[in-house]
T-cell receptor, first 113, second 114 residues
């Protein structure tokens, strides 16, 4: 069965510092991987997605993620965090068979000045 | 124009009442979803409809009943509301619902049952 794990419930970084949010997945076939961001009181917005090809994926707002099959990971990175990046981040995996979409439990990001 | 819209945005009601949440998408997508986000931010899929046909029905109390009058709308009816139903409910849509497509989310409906 598919599952997604986000080991960090909460992360605090200083503005301008680099960021890495971890995501591990469990899936028997090639996964389709996504990162969504949820700002306070808002819905979810897609940051980036990986289906195939280049394992380093660029997204919006300066985010990128790297798919590492050997580690079953799809970590999200940003070289320099802005205060507006404070939000909840969700990793998700889509099933290549059937109609399913699984979310991780989310990582809450706090950015301090 | 809003791609996926939900009404109402906030819903406060008493235990035992029956309420509905409406969802509409203007993206021309074939598949729509309902998710429940609990107080710990965990997102869990409840239902999925493809072209007005139910394709996913997770373990959800039968007090929850989705209704899709057309493929642009997926409404959620909840009967006999309980305290544990308090959560944020998100509607989403995607093109075909194969599992690998981007889902577009509405802004959420914050339900509080007193």
């Amino acid at each position: 069965a598919q599952s997604v794990t986000q080991p960090d419930i909460h992360i605090t970084v200083s503005e301008g510092a680099s960021l890495e949010l971890r995501c591990n997945y469990s899936y028997g076939a090639t996964p389709y991987l996504f990162w969504y961001v949820q700002s306070p009181g808002q819905g979810l917005q897609l940051l980036l997605k990986y289906f195939s090809g280049d394992t380093l994926v660029q997204g919006i707002k300066g985010f990128e993620a790297e798919f590492k099959r050997s580690q079953s990971s799809f970590n999200l990175r940003k070289p320099s965090v802005h205060w507006s990046d404070a939000a909840e981040y969700f990793c998700a995996v889509g099933a290549s068979t059937g109609n399913q979409f699984y979310f991780g439990t989310g990582t809450s990001l706090t950015v301090i000045p | 124009d809003t791609a996926v819209s939900q009404t109402p945005k906030y819903l406060v009601t008493q235990m035992g009442n029956d309420k509905s949440i409406k969802c509409e998408q203007n993206l021309g997508h074939d598949t729509m979803y309902w998710y429940k986000q609990d107080s710990k931010k965990f997102l869990k899929i409840m239902f999925s409809y493809n072209n007005k046909e139910l394709i996913i029905n997770e373990t959800v109390p039968n007090r929850f009943s989705p209704k899709s009058p057309d493929k642009a709308h997926l409404n959620l009816h909840i009967n006999s509301l309980e305290l544990g139903d308090s959560a944020v409910y998100f509607c989403a849509s995607s093109q075909e619902g194969t599992g690998w497509e981007t889902q577009y989310f509405g802004p959420g409906t914050r339900l509080l049952v007193l």
